[in-house]
């Protein structure tokens, strides 16, 4: 067992034990009002534990955003009339106007914590004008290695929020400073191009200041903090949606070679609380169970609906409810080769599937001790595939995710999809270049399920409305039909085309008695 170390704000250590260290602030400092109040190392430092901390609480609503906004969850009781499943259903069906309360949550939350972040860089120097992330003299007195260290994590988590916000509502306000309410309402929105600036100005800076450390060699008191190699698998993934794909294949080709992480040999381990930052882990969120605020939701959230204490301690909630489309992916029969990464991600409790893949046991409601990844080594895998294009190395590197969940040799003939099979290099089951993006998109499903990602996935790579159209369609008698009132089938293909945004929440249009700001088409 792995010491672990909560900082406090006066610089207290407590020490216990668990299965790996976790650097997470009691009090995070998220509403500084003192000019000056970093003024070295060890203030900024817990200033910016708080910042990662504050990653927690946009993930409360980011699965309603994107999983149930795509075709790998949706909410189950379809002929539900309450307030909070109706709520759920529209955001699934795309019918979600700018006074949805979720909507307006995971903005609030997620600015919350970049006006957070740039405390922390303005107390380091940092500043960011005409498309470039500078650093200067900042307030804080500490060892340029120290700076460059500190600015680095907070710029990837600035950059983090403002490429997830981008994907979701568009154009949105670009603020890298601190500002009053009345400077604030004359900030007006900024266009796609610019948010995507930034984002690559942050992320260019990030992976520059932090050294490029092999995770065989990563200070254990360092683990689960922000990596340049982090940085790089992110700019990556934004050059990918900006296609392009030369400046992206650079940058994973190092991740793959130099970062020192790369797959576990079994998928469940991944995710498992006692390996935790793992060699596969790239960047994820860090969540502490204990009583302290700190736990994870998800366990009581994604258990199956009244399944008392049979899933979890304190009863399931049965939000994120996996597709039936979504469940059919998975090849597992009673005997030969199994997708593996099913009894991982799913199961059932009597007729009723849900997410296991964040489950661990809990001694009160809300309260697990699971992280949850935002970058893999998986994912930076495909997302190699997915720059390379249809190839024979792509195909290789889908197939060595494919061995790792347990994908056997296909013997020639039969029926491929009986067992979970590798894809042969030619034949009718081979991958070709009509069918590679279907087939990696599809691979990326099963593999990062349930990890938000599967909408982003569609939007840049083009496949968006039409998977979801082919969703609505397999789903519709079965479900959507059920919805009260019910939602004709040419509606919810018709709500893809026209809001595949999401609004600016209303309160921010409210409150702004300086600027006209314009809202998303379709609202």
């Excluded at 949850?372 to 997302?383: E, K």
Aim: aromatic share 10%; proline share 4%; hydrophobic share 40%.
């Amino acid at each position: 067992m792995k010491a672990f170390h909560y900082i406090l704000p006066i610089g207290l250590m407590i020490t216990g034990s668990t299965a790996c260290n976790k650097l997470i602030d009691l009090k995070p400092e998220s509403n500084v009002s003192v000019e000056n109040y970093y003024r070295n190392y060890e203030e900024v430092k817990v200033a910016l534990t708080g910042v990662y901390n504050g990653m927690q609480k946009p993930l409360e609503t980011e699965w309603m955003l994107t999983e149930l906004r795509s075709d790998m969850s949706k909410q189950g009781s379809p002929n539900s009339t309450s307030v909070a499943n109706i709520e759920l259903n529209d955001l699934n069906a795309y019918l979600q106007n700018s006074a949805h309360t979720k909507v307006y949550d995971y903005w609030f939350y997620t600015y919350k914590n970049i006006r957070s972040a740039n405390y922390v860089l303005r107390s380091l120097g940092v500043t960011y004008a005409n498309g470039q992330t500078t650093m200067g003299e900042g307030t804080a007195q500490m060892e340029e290695s120290l700076r460059r260290q500190l600015a680095g994590e907070a710029l990837f988590i600035r950059a983090h929020h403002y490429y997830n916000l981008v994907r979701l509502y568009g154009g949105v306000f670009i603020i890298t400073d601190q500002q009053t309410p009345a400077q604030l309402k004359k900030i007006p929105r900024s266009s796609v191009a610019d948010c995507y600036k930034l984002i690559e100005a942050d992320l260019k800076a990030a992976a520059s200041f932090i050294p490029a450390v092999n995770y065989s060699v990563q200070n254990q008191a360092d683990m689960g903090r922000v990596t340049s190699w982090a940085a790089k698998s992110l700019l990556a993934k934004l050059y990918l949606d900006e296609d392009r794909k030369t400046e992206a294949l650079a940058l994973l080709d190092d991740v793959i070679s130099n970062s020192g992480h790369g797959l576990l040999p079994n998928y469940a381990d991944v995710f498992s609380i006692n390996n935790e930052v793992n060699k596969e882990i790239i960047f994820t969120i860090r969540f502490k169970a204990g009583g302290l605020g700190l736990g994870n939701f998800m366990a009581n959230s994604f258990a199956a609906l009244n399944s008392g204490s049979t899933i979890v301690n304190g009863n399931g909630s049965g939000l994120n409810f996996p597709t039936a489309n979504m469940e059919a992916k998975y090849i597992a029969p009673a005997t030969g080769f199994v997708d593996k990464r099913k009894a991982v991600t799913i199961d059932r409790y009597n007729a009723l599937t849900y997410v296991k893949k964040f489950i661990s046991p809990v001694m009160v409601r809300n309260d697990a001790e699971n992280d949850f990844p935002v970058i893999r080594f998986s994912d930076v895998l495909l997302l190699k595939a997915e720059a390379l294009g249809f190839s024979p190395e792509a195909v290789d590197i889908i197939n060595d995710v494919r061995a790792r969940a347990g994908a056997g040799t296909y013997p020639g003939t039969g029926n491929f999809s009986a067992q979970f099979y590798l894809y042969p290099e030619s034949g009718p089951e081979a991958i070709t270049a009509a069918n590679f993006l279907d087939k990696l998109l599809e691979e990326r499903r099963i593999e990062l399920a349930f990890e938000n990602q599967r909408l982003f996935d569609l939007l840049r790579t083009g496949k968006f409305i039409e998977l979801m159209e082919a969703y609505y369609t397999s789903e519709y008698d079965a479900h959507y039909k059920r919805f009260k009132p019910a939602v004709p089938l040419d509606e919810l293909k018709a709500n893809l085309q026209t809001r595949p945004l999401l609004p600016i929440p209303q309160r921010e249009l409210d409150t702004n008695n300086e600027l006209e700001i314009g809202q998303n088409p379709g609202y």
